[in-house]
């Protein structure tokens, strides 16, 4: 299933692939409804929350191993979030609050307090067993501030707090920021190979952005203010003229990481997203661009033919850290 759904994804045969988005959460930060929708299900385009294992306490194990995956964990926590907000069902509240316990319940407090950390490898990425996130700390607080909003008094807005603090660190230090003299980038692997994945720091940021909207914590607002401003200043550099970039790491001989059309669906929404939390027509114009991308037929070609073109150089690993790809 895991390599039809990989096909299915490098050669969509099904082009009307939509991601579902929401501004509720731009009103109400941290209460409302998840800025993105997820699809729980098994399709090409699901999360398999259906039908996941979970651990003894309801939380979500992911992999042939039954990890626990920080990320997918805070995603199926904001799923079944908004299926609760959406119908009242109580097995979805149940399921959220699983989740949130979890989060709450298994920081660490090395290399930096707050931190959650990834037990098993990412190959691809250079990272080994113990890598951090960026985006895994942004949607932990994202659904740390919602269980505080509906459960008061249960340590999850401290916990919200705490999941911030390693984005008061560069990656050198344990956190998970990376920063030049002028750019400040959140890493969705936050190693030194520093990837620069476009989904993964907008997750982040919108965690951030609700804490400092619900909690004030002040010392974000000039963080998030530069982050914001190396998205605008990069946004030309995850465009290639005819489709979304999923990341800045070129493989081996010097190939661009295309966004499969998931992501490319993924960017399209975070736009929307970030245009209406943050007035900038730049996002909005990109949005409407990257839209116009996906339905013109050359564009459609060209993804195929340049996936076909890669996919020695991926077989081979060459898109990855270990096969000399690199940010």
């Known amino acids: 299933m895991n390599l039809l759904r990989r096909l299915a994804l490098g050669f969509p045969t099904n ?7 929401s501004l509720d959460a731009v009103r109400e930060p941290g209460a409302a409804s998840y800025f993105i929708k997820w699809d729980p299900g098994t399709g090409a385009y ?18 042939a191993s039954r990890w626990y995956h920080p990320i997918r964990i805070a995603q199926f926590a904001l799923h079944r979030y908004d299926v609760w907000q959406s119908t009242g069902d109580a097995e979805a509240r149940a399921d959220f609050f699983a989740q949130a316990c979890w989060l709450r319940d298994n920081q660490h407090d090395a290399p930096v307090p707050g931190i959650y950390s990834f037990d098993f490898p ?27 909003h509906r459960q008061p ?8 707090i705490r999941a911030a603090q390693p984005f008061r660190s560069e990656i050198a230090r344990g956190g998970v920021v990376w920063r030049s003299k002028k750019d400040v980038f959140f890493e969705e692997v936050a190693n030194a190979h520093a990837p620069h994945i476009l989904n993964g720091c907008i997750y982040a940021l919108w965690g951030l952005w609700e804490l400092h909207q619900r909690a004030n914590e002040t010392w974000a607002a000039d963080l998030m203010q530069q982050c914001l401003e190396t998205i605008v200043r990069w946004l030309p550099r995850f465009d290639n003229g005819w489709w979304s970039i999923y990341s800045l790491m070129r493989s081996a001989s010097g190939q661009p990481h295309l966004a499969t059309l ?8 975070q736009l929307h997203v970030l245009a209406a939390m943050f007035s900038e027509p730049l996002f909005e114009s990109t949005a409407s661009r990257w839209e116009a991308y996906e339905h013109r037929p050359e ?23 270990p096969g000399g790809a690199r940010a």
């Not at 082009?15 to 988005?21: L, V, Y």
């Not at 895994?136 to 919602?146: K, M, N, P, T, Y």
């Not at 459609?300 to 060459?318: A, K, S, V």
């Open 122 to 148: 990412w190959e691809k990425y250079g990272a080994p067993s113990g890598w951090t996130s960026a985006m895994g700390q942004g949607e932990a607080i994202s659904v740390l501030l919602r269980a505080d």
């Open 15 to 21: 082009w009307n692939h939509q991601r579902g988005w």
């Open 262 to 269: 998931k992501y490319h669906e993924f960017h399209i929404a």
């Open 153 to 160: 008094g249960s340590g999850f807005g401290d916990a919200a």
């Open 46 to 63: 699901g999360e398999d929350f259906t039908g996941a294992p979970r651990d003894a306490g309801g939380a979500l194990l992911s992999g």
């Open 299 to 321: 564009s459609r070609r060209r993804l195929i033919r340049t996936t076909l073109q890669t996919l020695p150089e991926r077989l081979l690993g060459r898109d990855g850290v």
